[in-house]
């Protein structure tokens, strides 16, 4: 929808299937506690290192989320690069605190 990805229609379809549903509905599940969990980590993860590491990607995570949602309210063309940076931001961070804690 709304020409992304390329090659799909211009603009929101009146209807969408279930799986589009459960997709969307997932979105605050999955990305909701993401930010909370880098913002908590920046006061109980031990070490100057990490603490700095989070800082910078609950920046990146909190300010990405923002220009996200704007830029897929003005149906901008960029909106899918920018949803990627938020998610690769997030998910390798919460990827490498796993593997330190292991």
């Known amino acids: 929808m709304r020409g992304y ?5 211009e603009g929101t379809p009146a209807h969408t299937s279930t799986a589009h ?3 969307d509905g997932a979105g605050p599940a999955v ?5 909370l969990a880098v913002i908590i980590a920046v006061f109980v993860v031990p070490g100057t290192g990490w603490k700095a590491y989070s800082v910078l990607t609950a920046l990146v ?12 309210e003005d149906d901008h063309p960029r909106t899918g690069l920018v949803q990627r940076v938020v ?4 998910w390798l961070w919460l990827g490498c605190l796993f593997a330190h804690a292991a």
């Not at 990305?31 to 930010?35: A, D, E, H, I, N």
């Not at 995570?61 to 220009?67: H, I, N, R, S």
Request: hydrophobic share 50%.
């Open 31 to 35: 990305f909701g506690p993401l930010p």
């Open 61 to 72: 995570v909190l300010v990405g989320a923002g220009l996200f949602a704007r830029a897929w």
């Open 21 to 23: 549903q459960r997709h």
């Open 87 to 90: 998610i690769v931001t997030g």
């Open 5 to 9: 990805p390329p090659g799909t229609a």
